[in-house]
């Protein structure tokens, strides 16, 4: 056995001690490794419009592909859904699927004019959470993970990147394994397997497990990845026993803020998110899903349309009335749009012209940025690609855009794969 370790392949053996971690640990805090730090580039200093504005990042990220049209951009004439639109007071439009929002609108920055070529939900969620195509053998990180092999740790003890309502899949790509998102599946939850007590004797056990192949297969746990893995334990204990463990209980927050994010596990995931940053997590994304309407559009609409709206309109209220949004870049993002065309009662996947929103950090309120034609097929004004949007959000982080990153395989990459952040965005 010793010796088949010791043969693997560098893939082969990172597979091997992530599969040894889930083990030993439970998939709910796996991919976070407190103190492990690759590179840490220069710190945010706000030298120019926008730059190191944003000392969090909340993404909400709609997946399934939201249609542009029944949100952010409604039409009339035949690409006209359901509803009709509602004028905000910042004088541009949403539809009614979102009267809580428009209620918001002079604090958001609505990017109309977003466009990709990917249209098939793996691949499109692959390229707005990681800016790059997923192409070949390479793996890239998220933007979680990006921004902190730049900017270093974001907090002693607590993880620097959260992901709330998925699994860590889209994590840290070919980043140190310290730079993976931890993944909060059910926000009522909260960190599973972190508290100390009963579970103790349990993570000894799976302790000594991993200590035994470190006896028997040194050559495996030399790998780097391993021994980033090996860090986990003494950052678990080191969150256990510290004082922000409580950051992530939402059950610590009052009926009344509770209640107005709504019943809903987004809204509580949105809830969660505020709590994270507020304690010095730098990224967190929240998924809402359900949003891939090929039918009943109207009633999915009504579901997950609404459940969004009131959580995204709590959470810029309760950031706003913290001191918090001014330093919290929020972004809304989806993998794409909707046909313009309805099929039946509901759309197609549209990769070519979709919306996203940001708010906070410096970017301007009750501002739309760019604009599709006047059925939403394609932008007509300032396009904007995903990965500008990653730079955008790496700019308005701090990060150092041109600052490149080599890969195991030897190949430079950028957050946002060189493009240029859209400076028209910031105040």
Not at 56 to 73: E, K, N, R, W, Y
Request: charged share 20%.
């Amino acid at each position: 056995m010793k010796s088949e370790l010791l043969h693997l392949d560098d893939p082969e053996r990172r597979a091997l001690v992530e599969r040894l971690a889930k083990a030993a640990f439970g998939l709910a805090v796996l991919p976070w490794l407190p103190g492990t730090r690759a590179w840490a580039g220069p710190a945010a200093v706000p030298s120019a419009r926008g730059h190191g504005s944003a000392r969090a990042v909340i993404m909400l990220q709609l997946s399934g592909g939201m249609s542009h049209i029944d949100t952010f951009d409604p039409k009339e004439g035949p690409s006209k859904g359901p509803r009709g639109g509602l004028r905000t007071k910042a004088g541009f439009q949403v539809t009614e699927f979102l009267p809580q929002t428009a209620t918001i609108a002079d604090k958001l920055c609505v990017i109309r004019s977003m466009t990709a070529k990917v249209g098939v939900h793996e691949s499109a969620r692959y390229l707005m959470r990681t800016g790059y195509e997923k192409r070949g053998t390479v793996v890239h990180p998220a933007l979680g993970p990006w921004l902190q092999q730049y900017l270093g740790p974001s907090h002693a003890t607590l993880p620097s990147s959260v992901c709330v309502n998925r699994s860590p899949g889209h994590g840290n790509g070919f980043f140190p394994a310290g730079t993976s998102p931890l993944p909060i599946l059910d926000p009522d939850e909260g960190l599973q397997h972190a508290q100390p007590g009963g579970r103790v004797g349990a993570m000894d056990r799976r302790l000594a497990l991993l200590h035994a192949l470190e006896r028997n297969a040194p050559g495996v746990m030399a790998d780097d990845h391993a021994k980033a893995y090996g860090d986990f334990y003494e950052g678990a204990l080191r969150l256990m026993k510290g004082k922000d463990l409580d950051a992530f209980d939402i059950g610590g927050e009052t009926e009344v803020v509770r209640a107005s994010y709504g019943d809903s596990k987004f809204g509580r995931g949105c809830l969660l998110a505020r709590r994270l940053i507020e304690r010095g997590v730098r990224f967190v994304e929240v998924e809402s899903g359900g949003w891939d309407h090929h039918r009943e559009l109207e009633d999915g609409m009504q579901d997950e349309g609404a459940q969004f709206d009131t959580a995204f309109a709590a959470l810029i209220h309760d950031l706003e009335a913290r001191s918090l949004l001014s330093s919290t870049l929020v972004v809304v993002a989806t993998e794409f749009g909707r046909d313009p065309r309805m099929n039946g009662s509901g759309r197609g996947h549209y990769p070519k012209a979709f919306s996203c929103v940001l708010a906070g950090a410096g970017t301007k309120r009750g501002h739309v940025h760019g604009a599709t034609d006047a059925r939403g097929a394609e932008p007509v004004a300032d396009p904007v690609t995903v990965p500008q949007l990653h730079a955008t959000i790496g700019w308005a982080a701090g990060v150092p855009l041109d600052k490149e990153v080599v890969s195991p395989s030897g190949r430079p990459f950028t957050i946002g794969n060189k493009a240029r952040p859209v400076m028209e965005v910031f105040a």
